[in-house]
């Protein structure tokens, strides 16, 4: 029904940048919550930030530690995910999905969201 496209990833030295989009189709965008999530190998896929429909309300985990900022362009169907100071640990593939429309706020859990990219990976050097 929903399909999301993640790009923007890619391999950066400690300390860089870089921003990464998620593309919707296939489901009216502009209402859904999204959420970016982020899994290293053998690990727990772990929340990374959400943000509202209307973008004015986000929500992030502490590790983000202000570093990332999420953002979303309704008339393109896009969030993104601005990451800033990376560091080696935040190496990992990143997802971004929709949040169920009966969620809670914040959806910071795994099971609050239905419909997922296919990631985009993410390896930062040391």
């Known amino acids: 029904q929903v399909q999301l496209v993640e790009s923007g990833g890619g391999l950066v030295q400690a300390g860089g940048s870089l921003r990464l989009s998620c593309a919707a189709s296939?489901?009216?965008?502009?209402?859904?919550?999204m959420g970016w999530f982020r899994q290293a190998p053998g690990k727990e896929r772990d929340f990374v930030a959400a943000?509202?429909?209307?973008?004015?309300?986000?929500y992030y985990a502490d590790f983000v530690k202000g570093r990332f900022t999420i953002s979303r362009d309704n008339a393109k169907n896009t969030v993104y995910l601005q990451m800033n100071s990376l560091k080696p640990e935040d190496t990992a593939v990143y997802y971004c999905?929709?949040?169920?429309?009966?969620?809670?706020?914040?959806?910071?859990?795994?099971?609050?969201?239905?419909?997922w990219g296919q990631g985009t990976q993410v390896t930062v050097s040391s």
């Open positions: 999905a929709t949040a169920r429309p009966g969620s809670r706020w914040p959806p910071g859990d795994l099971y609050d969201y239905d419909y």
């Open positions: 296939g489901g009216t965008f502009s209402t859904y919550t």
């Open positions: 943000i509202r429909w209307s973008g004015g309300r986000t």
